[in-house]
């Protein structure tokens, strides 16, 4: 019966001219025997007749991880949108994550002689940026004196970078000038390293989500290298052309020589690959090929898969599903299969 209306209504779009849309809605009517529908729509995996820019569900089941540049942040844990959290690196000092405002961000607070209750004298900001306190001290004071650019009858004993362990950068001598301790040789920056000390020189390792990677092997630019782990097919290393980041390079109908149907893309996706076939079926001459021949169409269970989308071996595609929370299409390196 079933077979009967969809021929029927196929017979009434053909009979229509060019410019007729048809009212009926995506989904609205079943597929018939041998998962026939009118032309112009494709059998979907719950038994439905759709368009086949209109499939239920088309999503792989892969979720694209955001990396840390591609939301802004380079310091801290942060969502990358999938359900899993990434390290976007630590920063140098004396920038500190979230410092400057907003969160996971490097950034600095700079202090002022006010808030610091400095009255005389050369400091530093805790930014990098020299402040003048004012000065000079009434007669019988020292800058310094008091404590550290502070006027006061005491006496000021000048620090010096080595006495505070220190090698780069600008430090306050504590009475009223500052002192240049030097500069770092690459890769090491003044406050890098692990954690991070003010005025010291050392080295931050990149991480691979602040690098934007996501896979094989990168440099951290430390001296080392480290991994930035694999792909979940159908995506490989590369794939997509930029080194070192996960990516699928979706086929063409026109690169596997089909000429009708709906064809899976290779990448989680579905291309049209034209209309219907003159005196032969769509499937007849091998998948997605014109040709006078039989066609015996596949489901997910017999290929063993049960996510994203695959060819059903004729002339369209099957909606596998998607995965359970905690796993990906392909996350076990095997297509269409969660893991």
Known sequence: MRACIVAAFAAALAAAACSFHPSVSNGSFQCGDNQACPPGYVCADD???????????LGSGICIPQSCADIGKNCGAVSNGCGATVSCGTCDAPNSCGGGGPD?????????????????GMATDGCGTTLNCGG????????????????GVGVCMPKSCTGEGKNCGTISDGCGMTLPCGSCTAPATCGGGLP???NVCGCTPATCAGLGKTCGMVANGCGQMMNCGACAAPQTCGGSGTLNVCGCKPTTCNDQGWDCGTAP????????CGGGCFFSTCGGGGQNQCGIGGCTRTSCMA????????????????????CPSGQVCGGGGVANVCG
């Open 47 to 57: 038994g439905h007749c759709y368009q086949p820019n209109a499939l239920p569900d």
């Open 104 to 120: 996971n961000v490097c950034g600095c607070t700079p202090t002022t002689c006010a808030a610091q209750g400095w009255n005389c």
């Open 136 to 151: 000079p001290c009434p007669s019988g004071e020292t800058c310094g004196g008091g404590g550290p650019n502070i006027c």
């Open 196 to 198: 991070g000390v003010a």
């Open 265 to 272: 893309d290779g990448c989680g996706g579905t291309l049209n």
């Open 303 to 322: 290929q063993g898969k049960n996510c994203g989308i695959i060819s059903d071996h004729c002339s369209g595609v099957l909606n596998c599903g998607s």
